[in-house]
């Protein structure tokens, strides 16, 4: 067994797919893994909430939570659920494109969105074109969270359909959250790393951290 942490793919409705950038991760990292929800289609809140704790007590190891959409809706709520005991098992979340359950009918499950701060380090990513939530919005989402926010541009629901490939922006930020930094935000209870060589983050990724 290893320290070094599992990254968990959490996908939202749908499931993530040929094209997803989920997907391109799983093929081309081995660190990364897939969670198989269920019900993809007509999400159950429970059922999904359970198949995410199965998966984090499976990998025997930390892990880091790499959620797209109303997966990390369900990230949030399982947080909720376990509150600090989730920081001894999860080491850092990517949250990226949650969205605005006033937009779709079928996030009613998963309404209203927990607002109580994580209990390990994240960072919620969002585009200024996002058709499922507005830019002001997922910084709200974010400061409640008490994550760091990261924009990238016009990228629209940051899924298949916006052809991100591998994502490598994306995985620089996932790296963050692996290494601890440089600039993520550090909680008091949160476990150190493994030290290795840290990965240089482009100047044009901007992340902003929330004041405390």
Known sequence: MTDWPLCLMVPGIGNSGRGHWQTAWERDRPDCV???LGCWEAPIRNVWLSRIDQAVAAAGRP???????????AVAWWAALLGKAAS???????LVAPPDPAVDFRLGDFAPVPTAMLPFPSIVVASRDDPAAGLGWSRELAGEWMSDFAEVGEAGHLNARSRLGDWAQGQRLLDMLIDGGPGLSRYPYRREQPSRPA???RPSLRVV???R
């Open 34 to 36: 897939h969670v198989d």
């Open 63 to 73: 892990v880091v939570l790499a959620a797209h959409g109303l997966g990390c809706h």
């Open 88 to 94: 001894r098992r999860v080491c850092g979340a990517l």
């Open 199 to 201: 990965r240089p983050v």
């Open 209 to 211: 951290t929330p004041a």
